[in-house]
């Protein structure tokens, strides 16, 4: 089936350690995307792809990192630089980026706990 | 950057009610998304609108964007337990070329009773 595919979906992390969430989509999507939720709260943009080997930081990218080295996969870095790491993640693609608005879609998400 | 305050924050409801969710900003929407998430899940999109006066209709559930393109409004008709969910609005700030970089609402819970 087409779609988004996120791993793992729970995560915990210890202090100071640095955790890489998975995101693969199948839908020859050229742009991704990276959010945040936390609890009670909308969705909040960390980084954004619009081509492979390109990517460009979101709202809150301070403490996370991201690659782009295949169209596919989109994997974010969640650093021991950032505070608060304890969220949901929800990885998104769309068709293209930097033209005429299409839909945005979303995968499964990640929840991480920091220990 | 664009906030969209979203009303009301919970819904109660009984099956087979009407309801409305509001989305609305201080600034001008050129795209407005809908999503349903249930707790924990991922988003499952439902509509985007981008003309003001636009309304579609998917099922049983109708979102329109006002003429002035700051408010967008969500209507369940005869609510049904399937129905309860968190609906999430996005706006995309973008007024030509868009990046698909979008700002959320809160959320609005929906509770369906049978």
């Known amino acids: 089936d087409g779609g988004i595919t996120q791993s793992p979906k729970y995560l915990f992390r210890k202090e100071g350690q640095n955790v890489t969430l998975s995101c693969e989509q199948n839908l020859n999507h050229d742009a991704m995307y990276w959010y945040r939720q936390d609890p009670g709260q909308g969705l909040r943009l960390i980084y954004y792809?619009?081509?492979?080997?390109?990517?460009q930081k979101g709202d809150i990218a301070e403490g996370y990192s991201v690659s782009r080295e295949k169209k596919e996969s989109f994997p974010l870095t969640v650093t021991s630089a950032q505070k608060n790491p304890t969220a949901f993640y929800l990885c998104?693609?769309?068709?293209?980026?930097?033209?005429?608005?299409?839909?945005?879609?979303f995968g499964e998400g990640s929840w991480l706990t920091v220990v | 950057s664009q906030e969209l305050e979203q009303s009301p924050q919970s819904l109660i409801v009984q099956e087979g009610k009407n309801l409305t969710i509001n989305c609305t900003s201080s600034k001008t929407l050129y795209g407005l998304y809908w999503y349903k998430q249930k707790y924990g899940e991922g988003l499952i999109f439902l509509m985007m609108l981008q003309k003001g006066g636009e309304e579609k209709s998917h099922e049983k559930i109708t979102a329109k964007l006002d003429e002035k393109k700051q408010q967008s409004s969500l209507h369940i008709t005869a609510s049904q337990p399937s129905h309860a969910g968190i609906y999430l609005c996005g706006a995309d700030e973008a007024g030509g070329t868009s990046y698909g970089k979008l700002t959320f609402g809160q959320g609005t819970i929906l509770t369906v009773h049978p």
């Open positions: 792809s619009q081509i492979v080997n390109d990517f």
């Open positions: 998104a693609s769309s068709i293209r980026s930097g033209g005429p608005r299409n839909t945005i879609y």
